[in-house]
């Protein structure tokens, strides 16, 4: 099962700007790469740290603490293997932006 969450309006969130969001006790930064709008989870799976300041370079992520570098749009890291951060789908309501959680016991599944 899954619900949709509103994290921010379409108008915060324009071309280059990126926000940080909490839902359920869970950070989730959201991206907006030349309008395409990302989302995920704000904890490296490398060592856990933020995520929400790292450096793009189109839709790649590098994490601030130690430089690995993820793909926004799949949440993987270039090349084959290695870790993955995740991802959540966001969709536009309206004029929000919402991102879509999977409830912990489909997680599970
Ligand atoms: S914590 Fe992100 S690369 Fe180490």
Known sequence: MSREVPVATVDELAPGQRKLA???GRSIVLF???GSVHAID???PHNGASLASGQLEGCLLR?????LRFDLRTGCMPGAGGLSVKTFPVRTVDDKLVVILE?????LA
């Open 103 to 107: 409830d912990a016991a489909t997680d």
């Open 22 to 24: 909490f839902v359920d």
């Open 32 to 34: 907006n790469v030349a």
């Open 63 to 67: 994490c601030p603490a130690h430089g």
């Open 42 to 44: 704000n904890s490296c």
